[in-house]
């Protein structure tokens, strides 16, 4: 009913940049908030950064300043530009998104592996 694909992951060396990108498609009325999430190894998975339908953001503290998210709400997509990456960034990354179909559901995409080398 609801799929999230994601895009942008790869081998970088520390201090280099990714932007990963995700696209929701399917039957659904419309898309309330989207964040990406990441799940280390032996790690729980952790929220990294949010975005509201509105556009107000929220952020792990550790990524302020180095990473941004935005969305394109028309074409329901959501992007995270990463910058001055750190070794510690290195995780899988998992899009999500809370969509309203016949009722709020929460998905989530299948993710897309972000390896940063020292």
């Known amino acids: 009913q609801v799929q999230l694909v994601e895009s942008g992951g790869g081998l970088v060396q520390a201090g280099g940049s990714l932007r990963l990108s995700c696209a929701a498609s399917?039957?659904?009325?419309?898309?309330?908030?989207m964040a990406w999430y990441r799940e280390a190894p032996g790690k729980q998975r952790e929220l990294v950064a949010l975005?509201?339908?509105?556009?107000?953001?929220n952020y792990l503290e550790s990524v302020k300043g180095r990473f941004t998210i935005s969305r394109d709400t028309g074409k329901n997509m959501v992007y995270l530009q990463m910058s001055s990456l750190k070794p510690e960034d290195t995780a899988v990354y998992y899009c999500?998104?809370?969509?309203?179909?016949?009722?709020?559901?929460?998905?989530w995409g299948q993710g897309t592996q972000v390896t940063v080398s020292s």
């Open positions: 399917g039957n659904f009325l419309r898309i309330d908030d």
């Open positions: 999500y998104a809370l969509v309203f179909t016949t009722y709020l559901g929460s998905y």
């Open positions: 975005v509201t339908r509105g556009g107000s953001t």
